[in-house]
């Protein structure tokens, strides 16, 4: 079971990137997957989360109205668009999948199940 990150890059502030989250071993249909971020000296913290269905979405307010989580479930594929990026915007990105219910906008790390091993978003100023 693996969770593979990828899309990250180096952007000027106001600059989009999207990152993807490709899913193998196991069908991820049914899961919670969100993403999450770690940046220097600091620790890991929620991004945007989305149900099985895609019908559900939650977003950490640093975030909310520039970035759009989504997926594609006969790809097994999670993705993040990231708009407007902002130098605080720099951090590591980790995929993760949760094979309970969703709740609580699923901000709960301890929850997720799998994780992949992060792609590197930084955004010069």
């Known amino acids: 079971v693996q969770l593979q990150a990828y899309g990250g890059g180096l952007v000027q502030a106001g600059g989009s990137l999207r990152l993807s989250c490709a899913a193998s071993?196991?069908?991820?249909?049914?899961?919670?997957m969100a993403w999450f971020r770690q940046a220097p000296g600091k620790e890991r913290e929620f991004v945007a989360s989305?149900?099985?269905?895609?019908?559900?979405?939650y977003y950490a307010d640093s975030v909310k109205g520039r970035f759009t989580i989504s997926r594609d479930n006969a790809k097994n594929t999670v993705y993040l668009q990231m708009n407007s990026l902002r130098p605080e915007d720099t951090a590591v990105y980790y995929c993760?999948?949760?094979?309970?219910?969703?709740?609580?906008?699923?901000?709960?790390?301890?929850?997720?199940?799998?994780w992949g091993q992060g792609t590197q978003v930084t955004v010069s100023s």
């Open positions: 071993g196991r069908t991820f249909s049914s899961d919670v």
């Open positions: 989305i149900s099985g269905s895609g019908r559900s979405t």
């Open positions: 993760a999948a949760d094979m309970g219910p969703y709740s609580n906008g699923g901000i709960e790390q301890r929850r997720y199940d799998y």
